[in-house]
């Protein structure tokens, strides 16, 4: 396993969009914002809880240039005492490989990126991801316990465009970003579809203030 996110000159940013099911009007004032600014994200979609297919679909084709489709869990559920990803590595291996086959014959990609849903996971986690091929693990720095198998995690804290969750914060932001802006990478985790009006204008905000950044780009995994 492979951590990212030692110092460098130039920073990239890794936009994590989570708790995607349909292109409702919050997700499509979201991506029609990103082609405005031709911004990369990544979509983590709950595989499950996915609305009409076609639909779903046609909206990631349209969009395929600037989004990138990672697995979010097969339900994004959770009970008293644990989460979707806490349960056995058994579990964890059937919940991965259902979700990825629902994702990978709806869209016709190969799903090789991970983010569980609330970042819950346990000690079964990694051995799961390694059985069932994955190679990107977003937000993956729960782990407890010495890197290996190459798996890549990326991220290192969910604050980072929001604070606290749902809530993106410019002025918090740029408080994060003067302490972090000589990393080679930072993942951004969002939930575009959580924002009303304001949190959106927050976001916005952000983003126009880091695109006049000379030395930051928004990438997907293959700009690593």
């Given amino acids: 396993m492979l951590m990212i996110g030692i110092s460098g000159i130039y920073l990239k940013i890794l936009i994590k969009a989570d708790d995607f099911n349909y292109p409702t009007q919050r997700w499509l004032e979201y991506s029609n914002y990103l082609r405005g600014k031709n911004i990369k994200s990544t979509l983590g979609i709950i595989a499950l809880s996915v609305g009409d297919t076609k639909t779903v679909k046609n909206f990631i084709d349209k969009n395929k240039d600037l989004i990138e489709i990672w ?15 806490t349960q056995s590595e058994k579990q964890q291996i059937e919940n991965i490989t259902k979700a990825n086959k629902i994702l990978e014959e709806m869209l016709d990609q190969k799903i090789t990126m991970f983010g569980a849903p609330f970042n819950a996971i346990n ?80 976001f916005k905000k952000i983003i126009e203030f880091l695109s006049k950044e000379k030395n930051v780009s928004f990438i997907h995994t293959k700009d690593l």
Avoid at 71 to 85: P, Q, S
Avoid at 145 to 153: A, H, L, S, T
Avoid at 177 to 195: G, M, R
């Fill in 71 to 85: 697995n979010h869990g097969l339900k994004h559920n959770r009970g008293r005492g644990w989460y979707e990803f």
């Fill in 123 to 202: 000690k079964n986690t990694e051995n799961a991801l390694v059985k069932t091929n994955m190679k990107y693990w977003l937000l993956g720095r729960h782990f407890k316990g010495n890197p290996r198998n190459n798996i890549i995690i990326l991220g290192d804290t969910d604050l980072v465009f929001e604070f606290p969750y749902f809530h993106p914060d410019f002025k918090k932001f740029k408080a994060y970003y003067e302490k972090n802006k000589n990393k080679d990478l930072i993942v951004a985790q969002i939930h575009p579809n959580s924002w009303k009006g304001k949190q959106f204008e927050e």
